[in-house]
T-cell receptor, first 114, second 113 residues
Framework: EPEVTQTPSHQVTQMGQEVILRCVPI?????FYWYRQILGQKVEFLVS????????KSEIFDDQFSVERPDGSNFTLKIRSTKLEDSAMYFC????????????FGDGTRLSIL | AQSVTQLDSQVPVFEEAPVELRCNYS??????LFWYVQYPNQGLQLLLK??????LVKGINGFEAEFNKSQTSFHLRKPSVHISDTAEYFC???????????FGTGTRLKVLA
């Protein structure tokens, strides 16, 4: 069964540095998402992306964050000037449609900010 | 605003016993409901979904859930659990007109031998 793949599985970065988290969504999916889960807290929506533009974002997704689909297969989340509180598990997801189609999640990237 | 409540943070249960994991939601518009399972060091795997129609939905691994609109609940059940069902279970809601899922805080199911 096709999967969403995320790399790296664990990223350690110094505070203030920029980090790029990478995702390869399922190939025939058109909608892409990023979520994060701070340790011990609930999974939170960050952003959704369709047709090369952001379709919805949460209040968490401020100017520090950006997303991009640089080619036909990758979907990236960039975090600029990382802060300690950005430490979390980041999940990428994709779906074939926006209506009744469920979102399929990757295994996540654990981001640790030192 | 929409929200999801999973009242039980942890549920211990003996192997082969039945289990129910509770999920309540609040929304003023129609919703789609989901249960996901997260095994250690893995991502979120879809267990089942309610979109419309029959209120009893069956998912993978013998799980089922019942949508109760009047009680705004979507409880997950399994008649006989296995050790391998030990994992964290998340209830999620998506309302029509939005893209995002709203997740509950999760319930850690621990199956005891």
């Amino acid at each position: 069964e096709p999967e969403v793949t995320q790399t790296p599985s664990h990223q350690v970065t110094q505070m203030g540095q920029e980090v790029i988290l990478r995702c390869v969504p399922i190939s025939n999916h058109l909608y892409f998402y990023w979520y994060r889960q701070i340790l011990g807290q609930k999974v939170e929506f960050l952003v959704s992306f369709y047709n090369n533009e952001i379709s919805e974002k949460s209040e968490i997704f401020d100017d520090q964050f950006s997303v991009e689909r640089p080619d036909g297969s990758n979907f990236t989340l960039k975090i600029r000037s990382t802060k300690l509180e950005d430490s979390a598990m980041y999940f990428c997801a994709s779906s074939r449609g926006q209506g009744v189609q469920p979102q399929h999640f990757g295994d996540g990237t654990r981001l640790s900010i030192l | 605003a929409q929200s999801v409540t999973q009242l039980d943070s942890q549920v211990p249960v003996f192997e082969e016993a039945p289990v129910e994991l509770r999920c309540n939601y609040s929304s003023s518009v129609s919703v789609y409901l989901f249960w996901y399972v997260q095994y250690p060091n893995q991502g979120l795997q879809l267990l089942l979904k309610y979109l419309s129609g029959s209120t009893l939905v069956k998912g993978i691994n013998g799980f089922e859930a019942e949508f109760n609109k009047s009680q705004t609940s979507f409880h997950l059940r399994k008649p006989s659990v296995h050790i391998s069902d030990t994992a964290e279970y998340f209830c999620a809601v998506r309302t029509s007109g939005t893209y995002k899922y709203i997740f509950g805080t999760g319930t850690r199911l621990k199956v005891l031998a």
